[in-house]
């Protein structure tokens, strides 16, 4: 986003006066970046609240870990989807990085599997409590992913040139969120 709207939306965040509900979206519309209101059951304002969703239980699982780095590169990761998502809305936000995140994520992938047991099997999203819930952010990054790939199915206006790394990064992220699942289940993973 631009300097000028993130100032706008902090300035009205701190505005004390201001009500937290605006009743825009009492009819079932909602404003996206420019100001054009659409449906809130529009495949757009699904794909970016997946994206949000998403993002939101990654901040859930940062709560549950004890590791500064593994916080930081989730927290990363947030930042990263808060951009997909402002592209998505149609604010012109450059993605210049996820091309190296991606990268990023296939070298942890590797070090992960290079560690665990080699899996011939289906495994169970169960075990630890964190390793369950790597495996909600695996299951709620797919949907994303779907949800995300139906928009560029059915819309040209969201610019073509990000499309790919977006899906590429989504798809990525979900294996990454798998491969934690594992490691967090430490062997205890019981498969089918």
Not at 31 to 39: A, E, L, N, P
Not at 52 to 79: N, P
Not at 111 to 136: C, D
Request: charged share 25%; aromatic share 8%; with cysteine.
């Amino acid at each position: 986003m631009k300097k000028a709207v993130k100032n706008a939306m902090a300035a009205a965040i701190l505005n004390a006066n201001m009500p937290i509900y605006t009743k825009t979206g009492d009819e079932g519309k909602t404003s996206i970046y420019g100001g054009k209101r659409v449906s809130k059951s529009s495949p757009l304002v699904e794909a970016y609240g997946s994206v949000d969703e998403l993002t939101s239980l990654i901040g859930l699982v940062i709560s549950k870990l004890k590791v500064k780095e593994e916080k930081t590169f989730l927290t990363g990761i947030q930042k990263n989807l808060y951009k997909i998502m402002s592209l998505l809305s149609g604010a012109p936000v450059k993605l210049n990085n996820l091309e190296n995140e991606i990268l990023g994520f296939e070298k942890r992938i590797d070090k992960l599997v290079n560690k665990l047991p080699k899996l011939n099997r289906f495994i169970l999203p169960q075990g630890t409590e964190l390793a369950s819930w790597f495996h909600v952010l695996r299951t709620v990054c797919r949907r994303t992913e779907r949800c995300v790939i139906a928009v560029f199915n059915s819309q040209n206006s969201i610019t073509r040139n990000n499309q790919p790394v977006i899906i590429k990064y989504l798809n990525r992220l979900s294996d990454l969120f798998f491969m934690f699942a594992r490691w967090y289940n430490k062997g205890l993973e019981i498969k089918t």
